[in-house]
């Protein structure tokens, strides 16, 4: 994410079409046509973009999801919420994301936290740049890969075959929920990180100092000062990883086997093999409305703790 | 605390390096090294499949980045010449496109295309003159268009962030020197903010490289590197799949590393 959205523009904050102060700095100064000519052609290949692959496909499948499933698979036209009444049938994929989704997103958060602190307020200023990076990098390779090293170790012929030669025999690692839940905690701790770490180290330190001049245990100040001032970037770590979560599919489905499926593996399963398009919609429906209303419960606890702060992804 | 935060380095490198040592390995069982060979290298870089999918992940992501480089740039700069009102709703669109996960976005797409394609392809057929009417499919194009959504916003985001950190002074010095405007966008506003378009073609040729789940679904026939390795790992782990993950592992950090130093580069002091 950036800060896009936070730099106090005087050009841009008229709420018009037409910024009426001074012309944004590097504009043409052409004419008004030719001016909004520039800015329509500057425009027109993302709005295109957004138009056709988000927008216009939002819609289909909302469009579907209140529609039959065709004899031969695929969509069938119709007005009816039989496909929302028949979510229950999914129920096991619904329980299995609701509940490792917040676990894993909590779990990310308790080993996060210490972490962001170190690097913000206790890591060597030379060292902070390179620890950030090594923590960055994971994020920008491949999810599959890094998975897979996991199925590896936890695989029969990893942890288990260690621990066979001292005699513990028959361990299941693989493909239980604390697999995917590891799995989850792997993958998406530098998302979570990130953003505490951004809190942290916007932090005023003479806030921490004051509050030991006046008394204050290590403890309460860290409660009270620290902990509450990183609220925001908690909550931004913790709702950007439960969003993404909710709709993982490669971490329930190399170590949670067949046994701990998430929505996205019924979402596979319905599009790409049992071809129940109108079904498959309106759970991907149901999914977006459930990260939107994740999102906008983070947003109210953000903004009612102190002002809402965005953070650099990379 | 020093202690649990060498730990969790601990925790997200060696499972890494442990794949990357077996990948080096001269046996082919995972829990004993028997030797160090490069045997698997070469198996994976003489397996067809393999190179097919590489070359197609590659094209893929080259493309994609291109095209979300260069229209993320052009609407990074459009954002600035219009309404807060219209930004905003720009913005959130952005932001959707980043935040919807991939599963979503993949069968959105999926359905949208197919029934696109159902309307516009028999409708090509009828005004073609000959027998054999272009056939709109999904394939490498619709793998491009779906990985450019995300590209594109994240470029958007980019340098838009640069672009608002921008000297205006030196833009306004530029056109009191009477420079026109195309010159101080090219001498001025261009170099400022071109570190921020090369990290996001890096980070979005990243992105696209090791996307699985957008192209397993809107690959139609193709096979893209992830969804080949993924078809693999199902089929059982061999010493094979971690030279390539190898790879893919070194290429990525390459890149990552590539586009924070694009980023850190001119970095203007706050």
Not at chain 2, 149 to 178: C, K, P, Q, W
Not at chain 2, 231 to 239: L, Q
Request: aromatic share 10%; with cysteine.
């Amino acid at each position: 994410m950036s800060e896009t959205g936070h730099n106090p523009d005087p050009d841009n904050s008229t709420g018009g079409e037409i910024p009426a102060g001074p012309e944004p700095a590097f504009s043409m100064r052409g004419n008004l046509l030719h001016r909004n000519l520039l800015t329509a052609l500057l425009l027109a290949p993302a709005t295109m973009w957004l138009v056709v692959f988000l927008v216009l496909p939002f819609v289909a499948i909302a469009i579907f999801s209140v529609g039959e499933r065709a004899p031969e698979g695929g969509y069938q036209a119709a007005l009816t919420f039989a496909q929302y009444a028949n979510l229950p049938a999914r129920a096991t994929a619904f329980w299995n994301t609701m509940v490792l989704a917040p676990a894993g997103a909590l779990a990310c958060l308790l080993v996060a936290y210490p972490v962001a602190y170190y690097l913000a307020l206790r890591a060597p200023q030379r060292w902070r740049l390179i620890l950030l990076a090594l923590i960055v990098i994971p994020f920008w390779t491949s999810l599959l890969m890094r998975t897979y090293a996991w199925m590896y170790i936890l695989g029969g012929r990893g942890i288990p075959a260690l621990l066979a030669y001292v005699g513990i025999e028959d361990l299941r690692l693989i493909n239980t929920p604390g697999a995917v839940l590891l799995g989850i905690v792997y993958g998406y701790l530098p998302l979570m990180i990130l953003p505490i770490y951004v809190s942290l180290e916007r932090l005023d330190r003479r806030l921490l100092e004051a509050s030991a001049d006046l008394g204050a245990t290590p403890l309460s100040t860290f409660i009270g000062v620290t902990l509450r001032l990183s609220l925001p970037g908690v909550m931004t770590g913790f709702s950007l990883v439960m969003i993404l979560l909710l709709g993982e599919y490669l971490i329930p489905t190399l170590l949670g086997g067949g046994k701990v499926f998430f929505i996205g593996n019924a979402l596979v399963d319905l599009f790409l093999q049992s071809r129940n398009w109108p079904f498959g919609s309106a759970i991907a429906i149901t999914l977006v409305l459930v990260s939107v209303v994740v999102l906008i419960v983070a947003n109210r606890i953000s903004t009612r703790l102190s002002g809402a702060r965005r953070v650099d992804l990379i | 605390m020093r202690a649990f935060v060498v730990a969790v380095f601990a925790f997200l490198y060696l499972p890494i390096a442990l794949v990357v040592l077996f990948s080096f390995n001269a046996g082919h069982h995972a829990s004993e090294f028997t030797g160090f060979s490069v045997q698997w290298y070469g198996k994976a870089l003489s397996n067809p499949f393999l190179v097919e999918a590489l070359k197609n992940s590659l094209f893929i992501a080259t493309a994609s980045a291109l095209l979300a480089a260069l229209c993320g740039t052009a609407a990074a700069l459009g954002l600035q010449r219009i309404g807060a009102r219209t930004r905003a709703l720009f913005d959130a669109l952005l932001g959707a496109a980043i935040v919807v996960p991939g599963v979503v976005i993949g069968i959105s797409t999926l359905v949208a295309l197919v029934q696109l394609f159902a309307v516009v392809n028999p409708f090509l057929a009828s005004l073609w003159p000959s027998d054999q009417p272009p056939r709109l499919a999904l394939g490498y194009g619709s793998i491009i268009a779906a990985h450019g959504l995300f590209s594109m916003a994240l470029v958007t985001m980019i340098v838009g962030t640069r672009l608002g950190s921008l000297d205006r002074n030196l833009v306004e010095a530029s056109s009191d020197l009477y420079a026109t405007p195309l010159t101080t966008f090219r001498s001025i506003v261009l170099p400022q903010i071109m570190p921020a378009v090369t990290a996001g073609f890096l980070l979005a040729f990243t992105f696209s490289f090791d996307d699985f789940i957008i192209a397993f679904f809107v690959a139609g026939a193709q096979t893209t590197l992830p969804i080949y390795v993924f078809a693999s790992i199902r089929r059982g782990v061999t010493p094979e799949i971690n030279a390539i993950a190898t790879i893919v592992l070194a290429a990525s950090v390459l890149l990552v590393l590539l586009a924070q130093w694009q980023l850190g580069r001119r970095k203007p002091s706050p």
